[in-house]
């Protein structure tokens, strides 16, 4: 069974750093895109941000480039995602994500963890 | 980029058929597959139709998917709406890129 948990959220003040973490299990963790979506509290899911299975490739979302790293390290079945110089408008529950990849089909963001949450403030 | 645009909210009776839809602003929706997901509150999103109209395991067949090349746009249809079908339904795609998200539509069973 696929388990994502996501780990690493709580209260930060504005400009502050965090790094958020993902313990993966139930498949093997580098054979697959992962990825961040976050959602600010009343609002709709926002895609942050993929990495490859090898972790040598990643992309991000404009609103986040420049602040946010995405990383993983795969000997410890772990995502990361490493956020600095945090603002307001960064609160919000961050979910990680693992792409649906089998004979039946593919798509991105196919299991999801419960999320954690990020709250930005003085 | 592109988007993907949804209505806020779309509300019908138990029993009845309720069609959400989800438009493409650039490029084709038949470029890359859409997905649907149902969100309930304080819960994580999950998969009711992937690749345009499959729909995973466990999912109720009153739910079905389409695409309309002629108004690049995506639709998640649900059939003999239950009470327990009320929650947030977010459409998604992707490119090279990125992945998208629509805004999400609240579903109010009536």
């Known amino acids: 069974e696929v388990q994502l948990v996501e780990s690493g959220g709580g209260l930060v003040e504005p400009g502050g750093s965090l790094r958020l973490s993902c313990a993966a299990s139930g498949f093997t963790f580098s054979n697959y895109w992962m990825h961040w979506v976050r959602q600010a509290p009343g609002k709709g899911l926002v895609w942050v941000s993929r990495i490859k299975g090898d972790g040598s490739n990643s992309t991000y979302a404009d609103s986040v480039k420049g602040r946010i790293t995405i990383s993983r390290d795969n000997a410890k079945n772990t995502l990361y995602l490493r956020m600095d110089s945090l603002r307001a408008e960064d609160t919000a529950v961050y979910y990680c994500?693992?792409?649906?990849?089998?004979?039946?089909?593919?798509?991105?963001?196919?299991?999801w963890g419960q999320g954690t949450l990020v709250t930005v403030s003085s | 980029n592109f988007m993907l645009t949804q209505p806020h909210s779309v509300s019908e009776s138990s029993g009845k058929t309720v069609t959400i839809s989800c438009t493409r602003s650039s490029g084709s929706i038949a470029s890359t597959y859409v997905q649907w997901y149902q969100q309930r509150p304080g819960s994580a999103p999950t998969t009711v139709i992937f690749?345009?109209?499959?729909?995973p395991s466990g999912v109720p067949d009153r739910f079905s998917g389409s695409i309309d090349s002629s108004s690049n746009s995506a639709s998640l249809t649900i059939s003999g709406l239950k009470t327990e079908d009320e929650a947030d339904y977010y459409c998604q795609s992707y490119d090279s890129n990125s992945v998208v998200f629509g805004g999400g539509t609240k579903l109010t069973v009536l």
């Open positions: 994500a693992r792409d649906y990849f089998d004979r039946s089909g593919y798509y991105p963001c196919g299991y």
């Open positions: 690749e345009d109209n499959q729909r």
